[in-house]
C-alpha cells in the first residue's frame, strides 16, 4: 500500500512496559465509505436512514451526510491496532478482552477517512500472559474531536 506507515514493532513485554502512559503507535488513514456502512448495516440490522438515505440526510440531518454506526468505527479498532503496534515476543495469540469505557464525541462522515492513536493504559500479568489496556483515540481527517475514544482490554497468551 503506497505511504503506509510500519506498525511500531514492539519486541518484549519489557519493552511495552516501557511505554506505559505513552503513545505507543498511530495507524495509517482508513476510509469509510458508504457501501461499508451499507453492508454494516445488514450485518447488525441497524438501517436508521441516518445511514443509509443519502439524499434524507443532505436534507434532514444535522451532519449533511450519512454517518457511519458508532459500532462500526468501534469494530475498526482491531484493523487499526495492528497497522499502528506490532507485539512481538512470546506471545501465541491475543484475544478482544472487552471494553472500560467508550465514548462517540464526533460522528464519522461518509467517505472520511479514520486512523487510530494507542498508548498504553496499564499492564497487569493474568494466568498465561498479560492484560493491556490501550488508551485508544479514534481521529476522523478534518474533524476537531475524536470520532471515538476507548479504553480497550486485550489479552496476551504465551
Not at 495509517?28 to 461499508?36: E, K, T
Not at 457511519?68 to 468501534?74: E, I, K, S
Not at 479514520?114 to 479514534?138: H, P
Amino acid at each position: 500500500m503506497k505511504g503506509h506507515m510500519p506498525a511500531r514493532i514492539i519486541g518484549s513485554l519489557e519493552e511495552l512496559r516501557s511505554l506505559s502512559g505513552q503513545e505507543a503507535g498511530v495507524s495509517d488513514w482508513y476510509p469509510i465509505n458508504q457501501n461499508q456502512i451499507n453492508q454494516f448495516a445488514e450485518t447488525t440490522e441497524d438501517r436508521q436512514w441516518i445511514h443509509l438515505d443519502v439524499e434524507r440526510a443532505k436534507a434532514e440531518s444535522p451532519y449533511g451526510s450519512t454517518i457511519a454506526h458508532g459500532f462500526l468505527t468501534l469494530s475498526m479498532l482491531s484493523h487499526l491496532s495492528r497497522e499502528a503496534v506490532d507485539l512481538r515476543g512470546d506471545f501465541k495469540m491475543r484475544i478482544n478482552y472487552g471494553l472500560n469505557r467508550v465514548r462517540f464525541p464526533a460522528a464519522v462522515l461518509s467517505g472520511a477517512r479514520i486512523r487510530g492513536r494507542f498508548s498504553v493504559g496499564a499492564i497487569e500479568e493474568i494466568t498465561g500472559g498479560i492484560q493491556i489496556i490501550w488508551n485508544v483515540t479514534v481521529e476522523a481527517e478534518g474533524s476537531d474531536k475524536p470520532v471515538c475514544a476507548a479504553e480497550w482490554v486485550v489479552r496476551a497468551y504465551y
